[in-house]
């Protein structure tokens, strides 16, 4: 009887943190035009890297880093599936090959935002995985302003479902470290 009331209470607050999740997730981009220093887009999602470069070519920002790119694509690939011109990449975007993960990311952006001595960025992901990204890259460089620029791809039920648990465990693994 006890072990079912704890099931029932933990279930309502995990389905409380959801709900409260879902409602607090970041509203699409919606091109404010402030500048940053550095945008960082996050590979993994459709859109990322093009709101990044629209940033980048509208002047928002000095440089872009495009974090989680795989070893095999080049920036010539990068350039052409985005449609942007390759002096872009020439001059102001830095490619990360060393992330696997949003934790890689976090850590691969906080060393390049040190390299460059940004006090302020554009994180750019999807919205459902802001929250995380947001976790992460707070927790790795607390003295840099980050703005979330999300890129809304619809509500997406079990994409939302996933990055909530994974959320919730990081921020749970973060609070406890």
């Not at 942007?84 to 949003?102: E, H, K, M, N, V």
């Not at 976090?106 to 940004?118: C, I, K, N, P, S």
Request: charged fraction near 20%; glycine fraction near 10%; aromatic fraction near 10%.
């Amino acid at each position: 009887m006890v072990f079912r009331r704890i099931l029932i209470y933990g279930f309502a607050l995990w389905l409380g943190g959801l709900l409260w999740f879902v409602a607090h997730l970041p509203k699409a981009h919606l091109h404010d035009g402030k500048r940053v220093d550095g945008i960082v887009a996050l590979t993994g999602g459709e859109g990322r890297i093009k709101l990044g470069l629209l940033e980048l070519e509208n002047h928002r920002a000095k440089r872009m880093l495009i974090s989680g790119v795989h070893k095999g694509t080049s920036a010539d690939d990068l350039a052409g599936h985005n449609d942007a011109p390759r002096s872009l990449f020439d001059c102001c975007i830095d490619i990360g090959y060393g992330a696997g993960d949003t934790i890689g990311n976090g850590a691969e952006a906080a060393a390049w935002v040190q390299m460059h001595h940004f006090k302020s960025i554009k994180l750019v992901t999807s919205r459902s995985h802001m929250p995380r990204a947001m976790l992460e890259f707070s927790d790795r460089m607390p003295d840099t302003e980050i703005m979330a620029d999300p890129v809304s791809a619809g509500f997406q039920p079990l994409a939302t479902l996933i990055e909530y648990n994974k959320y919730y465990l990081r921020l749970i693994w973060l609070r406890l470290a």
